[in-house]
Structures are given as C-alpha cells and as structure tokens.
C-alpha cells in the first residue's frame, strides 16, 4: 500500500508511515508474546471452526488493511502535531493492551513471581485464582479497552473526512462487546457464585469507572 500511494500520488504520507509503523509494531507484538496468545480465549475455548477459518483468512486480512488502501488515494493531510498526538493516542492503547495481557500471562505462568506476587486474587471453589487488583483490578476486560484504543488510532490516521476508515473501530466495539458477553456467560457457568461474586470486586467491564 504503501508503495502504491507513492505510484499514485508521488510521495509517502505521514498518515502512511505511521499506519504501517502502528499495524508493524501490533504484528511483531503478537509474534514476539506469543506464548500469551496460547492462554487466549480463541485458543482455550473457540477452537478451530468456521468462525476462526473465515476470520483469518478474509475477515482479518480485509478489515486490518482498509486504513492503508484508503490512504493509497487520500492523503488527509494532518499536521504533525495532529500526527503526534494519534502516535500518543496509540502508544496508550499499547500500554494497556500489552501491560494488562502481560501481567495475566505471568501471573498463570507463576503467581509467586517478582513482578505479580503482590497482585490480590479471588480464589475459586475450583482452585484458579482471579485477580483483583493490578490491570485487572481495574476493569475485567481491559486487555480489550487496550487493543481498541490502538484500533482507533489506525483510523484516526486517515483524517475526519470519512467513516469509511472507522469502519475497523466500529466493527471491533461491536465484536468486544459481544465477546465479553459470551465470555461472561462461560465464566458465570464455569465458577457460579464465584464469578458473582468476582464480578462484585470489579465492576466494571472495559473502563473503570464508566462500562
């Protein structure tokens, strides 16, 4: 995409840059930690269906590339300090997505470790541990609340003139909400009153305070 709009319009974009820097680093994110993607919910419970088969190989390839195959023939022109502030807008999301994921993920590995061991957990009659406190203490989906934030500013990079490169920050709430439904109703049939009373240590679903 990126070489396409230097054929169509003669120069790369800031917009450009920055949306193959964000998609680049989200990529290498995912093979770098990939031993947490095997503790994730498509792994541990969805499976290899349909629903994964179809995702990947054109749900995924399509909705992830839309930011950049818009650019290729609009460039919205954003200042720098527009530009910079969509980079601060990312990096947040960045933190909290790879803070709240790498914190879970070392924590199931080792509670007793340095970097988790002070961290507060509710232990269940089946004997896994919820934590309570930390990223997750915050809010019970906040990993979510990360990668949707670094989503939008996908889009954002694609200026104000269009929701057409929105359409991924409005198809990915939709799916989030709905994922942490149907993981909620795992989670309500798999600990019972446990869960409940989870629930009612940390109220919120994907940012605390307000949802």
């Given at each position: 995409m990126l070489s396409k709009q230097y054929e169509r319009l003669g120069y790369v974009s800031g917009s450009m840059i920055f949306i193959n820097v964000f998609q680049g680093l989200y990529v290498w994110d995912a093979l770098y930690q990939e031993r947490a993607i095997l503790t994730t919910m498509d792994i541990t419970t969805d499976g290899f269906g349909f629903m994964l088969c179809f995702g990947d190989l054109a749900w995924?390839?399509?909705t992830y590339s839309i930011q950049a195959r818009?650019?290729?023939d609009h460039d919205p022109h954003l200042h720098w300090t527009v530009l910079l502030a969509i980079v601060g807008v990312n990096m947040i999301g960045y933190l909290i997505f790879r803070g709240a994921n790498g914190q879970k993920d070392a924590f199931r590995r080792n509670p007793d470790a340095p970097e988790v061991s002070h961290l507060s957990f509710l232990e269940t009659k089946r004997g896994t541990k919820l934590l309570t406190s930390g990223w997750w203490g915050m809010a019970r989906k906040i990993n979510y609340t990360g990668d949707w934030i670094m989503g939008l500013s996908w889009c954002m990079v694609c200026g104000f003139n269009s929701i057409v490169p929105y359409y991924y920050a409005i198809y990915f709430a939709?799916?989030?909400v709905h994922r942490s439904i149907r993981d909620d109703h795992m989670c309500q049939e798999k600990y019972g009153d446990d869960w409940k009373k989870y629930k009612s240590i940390v109220q919120y679903r994907f940012?605390?305070?307000l949802f």
């Open positions: 995924v390839p399509f818009y650019l290729v939709i799916l989030l940012i605390p305070g």
